[in-house]
């Protein structure tokens, strides 16, 4: 029974996000949540997480379990539940513990509403480490992620949801470049394009990190608060946010993971980004306790990968930052999308700077086998 099942109740043509989260009622999301299988009945509903892409809740039933609910943004086709749901049906075969999907009472993976799809995820106890991990925390989870990369290295399963660009540096590039062109001239433009002409320069000085290399099974996004921890240990015991699975080359995983967990700052701190060599250092022995299937080739991609990410994400930050569109607004830090993602493109170049002034540090270790 696949993601196409859906309650007849449900209309079938969606609109984009036109309720703003904070004016859909309580009732609602409690009418959706009821609309799944549960274990009990549904008593509370409240925000969950930092995530910047789906809106995220979590459902608090009568016999005190939790549920994880979540309006699947629109720039993931609905096909990306059956691979979620395939691949996570795995990971628990194989001993992995994940999140899944719960179904709907129709038998379906998602809710219909006007507004998009709803999906209901079991919820995994533990905690979220947002920013300032530790050694030994950075050791447990790139384990896990080794893990996960050697249980999928020669998987042969077909993802349904292709999503066309992602990491596609040079389509990237291009279409920063392209921006700087149509903006050319303007209020915006005299405010960034020197940040966008440094970006470009960088990226045409070096040769790509991961197109010659193998396609396999990958998470996607592993950022720092993609990975769930036990509570009271630095053990991580599961990843989270499955949207971005899909096959591609297993170091744009590493890379940016390190490139996360490795930055002291604020993602939007261009003062005070660094890359931390000992965390790095930590992730590269956790990796090699699990995963002994990279290549030589792969290994030595990994350094040009790091840089090559923090320079992808800047110029996306920038890019954003002319369009005022994509990313979320952070309104607790930033009054409004052009100011959160050009400050953010200035961090993550400065990230990519002390990132190329380390290399020969950052070589040494990702080519050492633990």
């Known amino acids: 029974m696949g993601y196409h099942r859906i309650c007849l109740c449900t209309p079938k043509r969606l609109a984009l996000y036109n309720d703003p989260m904070d004016k859909i009622s309580t009732e ?40 994880v609910l979540q309006r699947l943004n629109p720039i993931f086709a ?48 533990g905690r979220t480490v947002e920013e300032g991990i530790t050694k030994d925390e950075a050791k447990s989870a790139m384990e896990l992620i080794g893990n996960f990369h050697q249980t999928f290295a020669e998987h042969d399963y077909a993802f349904r949801h292709v999503r066309e660009g992602f990491h596609d540096t040079p389509s990237i590039m291009a279409g920063l470049e392209n921006t700087l062109s149509t903006y050319r001239g303007t209020e915006k433009d005299a405010t960034l394009r020197e940040v966008g002409s440094a970006i470009l320069e ?11 290399l193998p396609r396999r099974i990958i998470h996607g996004d592993t950022k720092l608060n993609n990975v769930r921890f036990a509570s009271g240990s630095p053990r991580a015991i599961a990843l989270v946010d499955l949207d971005t699975l899909g096959r591609h080359s297993v170091v744009v995983d590493l890379a940016d993971a390190a490139r996360s967990w490795c930055n002291r700052a604020d993602e939007g701190d261009s003062e005070n980004a660094k890359f931390d060599l000992d965390i790095f250092r930590a992730m590269i022995e956790g990796y090699a306790k699990t995963a002994n299937f990279l290549t030589e080739e792969e290994r030595g991609a990994v350094p040009n990968a790091i840089a090559q990410i923090a320079l992808e994400l800047s110029a996306r930050f920038l890019a954003d930052a002319y369009h005022e569109s994509y990313f979320k607004l ?41």
């Open 330 to 370: 952070d309104r607790e830090h930033y009054p409004d999308l052009f100011t959160q993602n050009s400050t953010k493109a200035r961090a993550q170049l400065a990230l990519y700077k002390d990132i190329r002034a380390k290399i020969s540090e950052i070589t040494d270790y990702s080519i050492k086998k633990y």
């Open 202 to 212: 960088a990226y045409r000085s070096r040769g790509h990190a991961w197109e010659h």
């Open 28 to 67: 609602r999301l409690k009418n959706i949540a009821r609309q799944f299988t549960l274990a009990a009945e549904v008593t509370n509903v409240n925000p969950f997480g930092r995530g910047h892409i789906n809106d995220t809740f979590l459902i608090t039933t009568k016999r005190g379990g939790h549920y």
């Open 78 to 125: 609905p096909s990306v539940l059956e691979d979620i749901d395939a691949i996570t049906r795995t990971m628990e075969e194989r001993g992995i513990l994940t999140t899944r999907l719960v179904r709907t009472k129709c038998g379906g993976l998602s809710v219909v509403e006007h507004d998009g799809h709803w999906r209901m995820l079991s919820f995994i106890p």
